[in-house]
């Protein structure tokens, strides 16, 4: 008869214990798989036939773990030896609570690895699981809403007209749309260059990733690099210890609109220029360089070239900016659109605020064709929102808009008009012509200080002075 085991000595408690625990394992778990050091199965339970879709052991014995668990871990842990203690795995759309552990020979030399599925069996792993869940579903979420915070919104189709200037540029568009080409978008403020730019993203191969739009006049000289490239955590003093994404890491993938891209600082378009010819970023505090892929649009409404020759703006980074260069044609040059254009503005300010049955006349029309529009659309929609909140009918005259244009279309071309009364001194007239030219450049820019002192030719300096002294606005201007 065989001799009963000595159930104090350690080596024999030592294997008990390891059969007792494979056995609970195997009989709480939902399914247990074992490789080899090469990753070969060389052990799959009953249980866990039905959920790898298997049925007999057989089919499974010798085979590679992916083949039966495709982006299986358990390789990894036969090759490291470390073990994976808790993990969620997704299979056959289920997720699992799963444990692997290596297998290890009497001299600890690692020779395969086992892995269990828990599922079901550990109550108190559920709560986990539906942590888990929600934490999937929020940040799906999240995705989501960043996705639409940086989505375009405009398509070609809201690029109204007709008459010859607005058609090529919508072929030119419709051409840029097609590659990944770099675009220059030019012409005066005002004229829509944004709109054509969301317009091109949206009929591209990038429409489903992020549009960026960034106006490099609005950013502070001194944060301009980091706002573009990015920083490494601790880059300097102050930076945050995570570290942040710059505008081209967020368009990867998809499109970086610059706007106002004459006013980038010399020192900063050397690595802009880089970036378009080697499609890589170094963020600000770091040595590592990693690549991107973003489709840049720029657009100005200055005379490129002519920073060039003056030495504010490289040759070369023009020469690369404007691969497919568009000109967006001033409203006053395609007046006959105006009908068009106004339907479309009216119709884009009633879906945002209370005015139903809105329009305009004939008489209307004739007045808005009768100002010049340094502003361009965005002074068109400007009035004509002004004039819809002050109409008690919605039905837009040439009356409407007497009072709200600038100078009064209405009053058109005509003798001067003879003095009466007492004179005003020169020095009151002067000053109120000056307060109303700064008014008339606010209106027409849409209330952008830098537009506004842009179009008077006088820096954005001397325009906050000016608008101290008018009592238009308070404080000095930003340094």
């Not at 649009?297 to 003056?310: G, P, Q, W």
């Not at 980074?317 to 006053?332: E, G, M, Q």
């Not at 009356?399 to 003095?419: K, N, R």
Request: hydrophobic share 40%; proline share 5%.
């Amino acid at each position: 008869m065989p001799s009963s085991p000595d159930v104090s000595d350690p080596a024999y408690v030592r294997a008990r214990a390891m059969v007792t625990l494979f056995e609970r394992l195997e009989h709480l778990c939902e399914g247990a798989i074992a490789i080899d050091r090469g990753g070969r199965v060389i052990y799959v339970n009953e249980k866990y036939l039905a959920s790898l879709g298997l049925k007999q052991t057989t089919e499974a014995i010798g085979r590679p773990i992916e083949e039966i668990i495709p982006n299986s871990l358990m390789r990894n842990v036969a090759e490291s030896g470390e073990p994976i203690l808790l993990d969620i795995m997704e299979l056959g759309g289920e997720q699992l609570v799963v444990t692997r552990m290596p297998i290890e020979d009497e001299d600890r030399n690692v020779i395969g690895a086992i892995g269990f599925v828990l599922y079901d069996h550990l109550e108190s792993l559920k709560p986990l699981l539906a942590r888990v869940t929600q934490l999937e579903s929020d940040l799906r979420l999240a995705r989501r809403q960043l996705s639409n915070a940086r989505a375009a919104r405009f398509t070609l189709a809201d690029f109204v007209g007709t008459t010859a200037a607005i058609a090529q540029a919508k072929e030119f568009a419709k051409r840029a749309a097609r590659q990944s080409v770099t675009v220059l978008l030019t012409g005066e403020t005002g004229t829509g260059k944004e709109l054509l730019a969301q317009a091109i993203h949206n009929a591209s191969s990038r429409a489903e990733k992020p549009f960026v739009s960034v106006n490099v006049a609005a950013i502070p000289e001194t944060l301009i690099e980091s706002e573009f490239f990015g920083t490494a955590p601790g880059a300097y003093t102050g930076a945050d210890r995570r570290g942040r994404e710059g505008k081209f890491r967020i368009a990867d993938g998809g499109t970086l609109f610059l706007d106002e891209i004459g006013e980038m600082p010399l020192q900063l378009q050397a690595k802009l220029l880089r970036v378009l010819q080697e499609r890589e970023i170094e963020p600000l505090g770091s040595d590592k360089i990693s690549k991107v892929d973003v489709r840049v649009i720029a657009a100005t409404n200055v005379d490129l070239r002519k920073r060039v020759s003056d030495g504010a703006f490289r040759a070369d980074l023009y020469y690369r900016l404007n691969v497919l260069s568009i000109d967006l044609p001033p409203l006053r040059k395609c007046l006959d659109d105006l009908p068009d254009i106004c339907a479309r503005l009216i119709e884009d300010i009633s879906a945002s605020g209370d005015f139903l049955n809105a329009r305009i006349t004939p008489s209307g029309l004739s007045a808005l064709a009768r100002y010049d529009w340094p502003g361009n659309v965005r002074e068109l929609r400007n009035i004509l929102e002004r004039a819809l909140i002050l109409s008690d009918s919605g039905r837009l005259t040439g009356d409407d808009f007497v009072h709200i244009l600038p100078v009064s279309a209405e009053a058109g071309p005509g003798p001067a008009p003879q003095m009466t009364g007492s004179v005003v001194p020169y020095a009151e007239a002067e000053a109120e012509f000056e307060k109303q030219t700064l008014e008339h450049a606010l209106a027409a820019s849409n209330g952008q200080i830098s537009e506004a002192a842009r179009m008077l030719r006088i820096s954005r300096a001397t325009f906050y002075k000016k608008l101290a002294k008018f009592g238009l606005a308070s404080g000095s201007p930003p340094v």
